[in-house]
Each structure stands twice: as C-alpha cells, then as structure tokens.
Nanobody, 124 residues
Framework: QVQFVESGGGLVQPGGALRLSCAAS????????MGWFRQAPGKQREMVAAITRVGITNYLESVKGRFTISRDNAKNAVYLQMDNLKPEDTAVYYC??????????????????WGQGTQVTVSS
C-alpha cells in the first residue's frame, strides 16, 4: 500500500497561517489525484481540498479563498497552504488519494492505510 507522511501542523492563533506537507512513498505519485482531508473530534473525516494529476483544484466551500492545494510531482509531495485560519479549522489533517476517482476495492487495497496525520489547532 502507498504510504503518506503528513507534517507541518501546529498551534496557531486565529488569522494565522500554516503550510502542511505530505510525502508519498511511491514513484507513481504523479499519476494520482490527491486530496487533503481533516477530522475534528467527534466528526467524520471530510475532504477539504483536491488536486488532480494535471493540477485542477477543488475546495470545500468553507475553505475557499483561504486554503491552497499544490503539488510537486518531482518530489512526490502535495502541500496545503492555510491562511486566515479559524478555530473551526482545528482538526487532524491527512493526505491521501482522492477516492472519487478510484474503485472502492482498488482504493482500499492501494490507499487504505492512512497516515498518522498532522494536528492543526487554531486557538487564542
């Protein structure tokens, strides 16, 4: 299974910024459509940003204009720049392949092992 390692989280005040990074363990990274996900305590995991293998992006409505997803295929990496952070952005953030592009069984076999994520806490 493909492994992803997230980093860059931390504690930030409202209005602050963080840049998350995600490194992939596979040379096939450039062929994957990727996403950043988050899970807050007591809530289901949700996708906040997506980027296709050719760089087309899409965002959860609540983060539009504040978050920017990007990728560097040469480094097998995807990034999430988060600006103007709000307390409701507090969550553990994960990266993984975007499930909408893959068969369920294929996704489970190849991307089912989620990383540990990186904690983002927005608080004054």
């Amino acid at each position: 299974q493909v492994q992803f390692v997230e980093s860059g989280g931390g504690l930030v005040q409202p209005g602050g910024a963080l840049r998350l990074s995600c490194a992939a363990s596979t040379p096939s990274f450039s062929t994957y459509n990727m996403g950043w996900f988050r899970q807050a305590p007591g809530k289901q995991r949700e996708m906040v940003a997506a980027i296709t293998r050719v760089g087309i992006t899409n965002y959860l409505e609540s983060v539009k204009g504040r978050f920017t997803i990007s990728r560097d295929n040469a480094k097998n990496a995807v990034y999430l720049q988060m600006d103007n952070l709000k307390p409701e952005d507090t969550a553990v953030y994960y990266c993984n392949a975007d499930p909408q592009y893959y068969d369920t069984d294929y996704y489970s076999r190849n991307f089912g092992s989620w990383g540990q994520g990186t904690q983002v806490t927005v608080s004054s």
